[in-house]
C-alpha cells in the first residue's frame, strides 16, 4: 500500500514539474502553438468570410515597412492589389499556432501578382522573427514597422489579420487564430482579386 502512495506521490510530483518546465521554458510556444494548430487543423477557427465588408470607397494607407533583407516599401504601393496583413510573433502561441496555415494559403497564391502577403513581426528583437522563419522554412517575407501605423490598421491583439481590397479598403479583420488555408477563404481572396 505505501508503495502505491509512494508512485502517486512521484507521478504528481512529475506531472507538475513538466507543467512547470514547460510554462518556464522557450519550449512552452512551439507546444501550446502545437496544440492550438491541432484545433486549427480540427476546423475548430475557421476565418468566417461571410460578413465581409463590400466597400469600393478608396483608402491610400501609408504603412512604412521594412523586410528581412532591408528592403523598405510602403502599402500604398499596393494598391490595386488584394493585400493579406498578418500581426504576429514569435512569443505567441496562436501566431504559432496559425503559421503554417497561412504558409500554406501563401504557397497556394505567391505567383500570384495580384496578392500580397505583408506578415508583420511584433517581436521587438526582429532577427527572432528572422531566424524563426529561417527555420521553419517558411518563404513568405516578414516585416517590421517603421514609422506610425494608420489607426485603422493598428491593434492591441495578436495574431490579428486584415484583408484590403484593389481599392486598399479594409474588407476583412479578425483577431485571434485562424486556418486561412480553406476552399472558402480562397474563393473569398479570388473574389476580391476579380472585382
Known amino acids: 500500500m505505501k508503495a502505491k502512495k509512494r508512485n502517486k506521490i512521484w507521478n504528481y510530483i512529475f506531472w507538475i514539474a513538466l507543467i512547470v518546465v514547460l510554462f518556464s521554458s522557450s519550449l512552452r510556444v512551439e507546444v501550446f502553438g502545437f496544440l492550438q494548430s491541432g484545433m486549427l487543423k480540427l ?3 475557421n476565418p468566417s468570410v461571410e460578413n465581409i465588408e463590400k466597400t ?41 499556432a ?63 489579420t486584415y484583408v484590403l481590397n484593389k481599392n486598399g479598403a479594409i474588407v476583412y479583420k479578425h483577431e485571434g487564430m485562424a486556418n486561412y488555408n480553406s476552399e472558402k477563404f480562397v474563393g473569398f481572396l479570388n473574389e476580391l482579386k476579380n472585382r
Open 43 to 45: 476546423g475548430l477557427f
Open 56 to 96: 469600393t470607397t478608396p483608402k491610400n494607407y501609408s504603412l512604412s515597412l521594412v523586410n528581412q533583407n532591408e528592403e523598405q516599401l510602403n502599402l500604398s504601393d499596393y494598391k490595386g492589389k488584394v493585400v493579406f496583413i498578418n500581426y504576429w510573433a514569435t512569443w505567441c502561441p496562436p501566431c504559432v
Open 98 to 160: 496559425e503559421m503554417p496555415s497561412i504558409h500554406q494559403l501563401y504557397q497556394k497564391l505567391k505567383n500570384d501578382k495580384n496578392v500580397v502577403f505583408l506578415m508583420i513581426s511584433q517581436n521587438e528583437d526582429f532577427t527572432k522573427a528572422e531566424n524563426y522563419i529561417q527555420r521553419k522554412e517558411y518563404e513568405f517575407d516578414i516585416h517590421r514597422t517603421q514609422g506610425k501605423v494608420p489607426k485603422d490598421l493598428s491593434t492591441f491583439s495578436i495574431p490579428t
